[in-house]
T-cell receptor, first 112, second 118 residues
């Protein structure tokens, strides 16, 4: 199925360090999204990158997309304890408008 | 404020009982979705609806049912046929305008409902 696969499954860093999470997928897409989920809460949209974009920034977030390798990365710079959460990439479902398929996520822990 | 409201936040069910989770949105979004999340896992799509009075099965629809009688409401019923219903359930919505078959718009999520079977 068209599901993003995230790597690593878990990441533990110190405040101030950068965190990089990767997502790979299998079929052609025209955009890819990243979401964040705090423990026990709903998901919050972070950023959407289109297939004709290679890189996109939003505050301390930087997302890249390599359509030839079918992969994307999410970089959080100068991490804070408040960045502790799970991060998911989401791929269009491909068979129906507006449907998203989510990966299993990366659990990020930022130690103060 | 616009958003999605899920209720109840916590729900306990005895085996053999049906339960209904509520999802209401005031964003005037066309499409609504139900996802299931198990511990340490991603989201799996249960059902979705792109228009009133129409809905489609997702990847794990067995043991669940939905209705879409109003644009703003998309309740999910977990039936006794669902063998392992304990999970975190997330409702989401989005606009469909301008979406192509290989694209998708941003989803807005509710805060979730945690169902535990006793």
């Amino acid at each position: 199925s068209q599901q993003g696969e995230e790597d690593p499954q878990a990441l533990s860093i110190q405040e101030g360090e950068n965190a990089t999470m990767n997502c790979s997928y299998k079929t052609s897409i025209n955009n890819l999204q990243w979401y964040r989920q705090n423990s026990g809460r709903g998901l919050v949209h972070l950023i959407l990158i289109r297939s004709n974009e290679r890189e996109k920034h939003s505050g301390r977030l930087r997302v890249t997309l390599d359509t030839s390798k079918k992969s994307s990365s999410l970089l959080i710079t100068a991490s804070r304890a408040a960045d502790t959460a799970s991060y998911f990439c989401a791929i269009p479902g491909g068979t129906s408008y507006g449907k998203l398929t989510f990966g299993q996520g990366t659990i990020l822990t930022v130690h103060p | 404020d616009g958003g999605i409201t899920q209720s109840p936040k916590y729900l306990f069910r005895k085996e053999g009982q049906n339960v209904t989770l509520s999802c209401e949105q005031n964003l005037n979004h066309d499409a609504m979705y139900w996802y299931r999340q198990d511990p340490g896992q991603g989201l799996r799509l249960i059902y979705y609806s792109q228009i009133v009075n129409d809905f489609q099965k997702g990847d794990i629809a067995e043991g669940y049912s939905v209705s879409r009688e109003k644009k703003e409401s998309f309740p999910l019923t977990v039936t006794s046929a669902q063998k392992n219903p304990t999970a975190f359930y997330l409702c989401a919505s989005t606009e469909l305008g301008g979406v192509s078959i290989s694209g998708a718009n941003v989803l807005t999520f509710g805060a979730g409902s945690r169902l535990t079977v006793l």
